[in-house]
């Protein structure tokens, strides 16, 4: 009963991995190398090579040890096995990987044990800190490239939060034509990051805002707002958050988030117009607070989320306790993971149940593990099915 | 013939520099600090004092010297002296400092001789590199406070510049009731960071939109577009951009951001209506940029700019030849300064040869060295006195 889509490994994906490292030509490389893109402006490494082999250099005069290391097990950079650097003759240190994932990696310098950041590189709020990202260009795909297409805007909102008593940022993406057509009113997606993440991740990790533009200029998406918010939120009063501490972000979300976005942009405050999604915390975020709140929400999208045990007949309330009222309710419900996610046994085994069910929904797997690449492909497989309900049909 | 201001040192300022560390109620004062809102969320170092002490503390076990050091000489924080820390029994290693100047430093932590950030810490683009930042409070002052005010935004906004063949970012502040008043044109400050900032600095170490929001909100300024702009640019072709290489910026702002601002918002398209102004390097830039184009730019800031040997016959292109042109011309001329900057002498002489020559502008001064919480002062004092021309009152 579920739409599913396979991702199909294309051929360079699998390409990096059997390569082996090229004993001629290294100069040549060498030479045609490019700094990565996240790096910051003018630094000349990390240097991807054309191979996507990446060359680290640090400057360190003083230090005994220096590594390299992705900050995840399945980043594709050697695992979360650090790579040594060597010592240069100009108290630099360098090591060159071995050809690399395509996509966004967090990473780590060692620097006689201490773990942190590279200062050529820019740095992305994950692992609950600021951390060195790196952007692996994919000569395969280009739909989060910046093209020349009309552009939507990130937009920084700050906005008081009555259930933490706190003032907060939400980001929100206003589609192309925000501003030209004033009397459009658009649905919105809300869209959370993952643990350690914050609202600033989507746009500087996941790319939404290329991706949204570029799925627009096609016409494959309705033009909609985003709202990405921080996603920790403890209840005023209660003891200082911690970065885990998200009890009241349900809460948050339909006291304080919701009415402030309906009330500050031009939305169709309409649940046929509301979707909530998100990545692995986000993915449960969503889940939980959609599922309890479908008067607010009609659809609903888990990336790479799961794990935990599913019993249709009771588990997020009950909501999927009658598949034919859950199927009336939820306009769309789209459940996506990596088959090299950890958490890929877990959302397959939901996604199976809910087809068992007699659950409709959306399934997408494809290559990839608990990383940005799968993310970003999975809103631009999510964000074009949304609001093409009969309602979102007769409104737009 | 300028505007003098003069900013009065008050008690507490003075007070932090001779306050000797106390020596009884440290116990206290310990379980009394509080984070800095510079850090991460739920992180409890850095924590500021009641008398603005700061403790840092850092987990590196396997590290043999940490130290904390402010990345400025000026900046309030030791000057740029290493505090050494102490390995505690946990293997964390502290230090607490002397009470440190309220605004926003700059500071690093040495692991073995090796700078680097704070994990800690939220990191601000500062100094070419993504650098760890330490918020202290100002009980004497709440200007760039978030209040319950209605606030603009800060938009992330993506463009295509021909002069630099690049996609870039600029960040446009809005103000409250943008949206909602889609007839209402609005005027525009163009506003730069220093060397080594870029186009997120006026807002995460700047605070502009929360000064704006307040200073709107108390209608001591009025409501319009400050546009800020990443500040390198190098002609498209030419070699690749070095953090410094900003040679082709005034071509940039005139013939690709200009327009794009113009018909991407809705502005008024006037020199009266059109202000360009910038801190440090961005000072330099203003003035050559607006100097240059008084067709388009009627309104300049120097924020603790200066420095350079200025005849007023000559420099600038002879834009202050003639003093009764140049004061038909600019609507508004704003130097300004901190007395404890390096810079102050050339800021000095640079008013005072004004002055000397009978050009109208407006002059600054105050304590503080080439710090954000000058820059701020400064914004406070330069926004109110925009657009406020016979011009500007006819049309707003």
Partial sequence: MSVTRTWRPIAAFVFVFILAVPLH???????????????????????????????????????????????????????NTPYEMKKRADGTWEVTTEPVRPGFHYYELIIDGHRTTDPASQTYFGWAQQTSGLEVPDPELDFYDAKDVPHGEVRVRW???????????????TPPGYDSNPKLRYPVLYLQHGSGEDQTSWTRQGKVNLIMDNLIAE??????LVVMEQGYAVKAGLAAPGPA????????????????????????????????????????????????????????????????????????????????????????????????????????????????????????????????????????????????????KKTL
Same sequence: chains 1, 2.
């Fill in 25 to 79: 030509g290294l100069a040549q490389e060498e030479a045609a190398g490019k700094p990565a893109p996240s790096n910051v402006r003018g630094k000349e490494f990390p240097k991807i090579h054309p191979d996507r082999r990446v060359t680290f250099r640090v400057t360190a005069p003083e230090a005994q040890k220096v590594a390299v290391v992705g900050h995840a097990a399945d980043s594709g950079m050697n695992g």
């Fill in 219 to 224: 016409r494959k998406a309705l033009p909609m």
């Fill in 245 to 392: 501490g998200n009890s009241a972000f349900g809460e948050l979300v339909i006291s304080d988030l919701v009415p402030m976005i309906d009330s500050t942009y031009r939305t169709l405050d309409d649940r046929h117009q509301r979707a909530i999604a998100g990545l692995s915390m986000g993915a449960g975020q969503a889940l939980q607070i959609g599922l309890a709140n479908l008067d607010r929400f009609a659809s609903i999208g888990s990336f790479s989320g799961g794990g935990r045990a599913f019993d249709p007949k009771t588990s997020y309330g009950g909501a999927f306790a009658d598949s034919a009222t859950a199927n009336k309710k939820l306009d769309l419900l789209w459940i996506g993971c990596g088959t090299g996610d950890r958490g890929y046994a877990g959302a397959t085994s939901l996604h199976q149940a809910l087809d068992a069910a007699g659950v409709r929904h959306s399934w997408f797997e494809g290559p990839g593990s608990h990383e940005w690449q799968v993310w970003r492909k999975h809103l631009q497989d999510f964000a074009p099915r949304l609001f093409r309900g009969s309602v979102g």
């Fill in 159 to 173: 906005y008081r939060s009555k259930t933490t008593g706190e003032y907060r940022q939400a980001y929100v993406y």
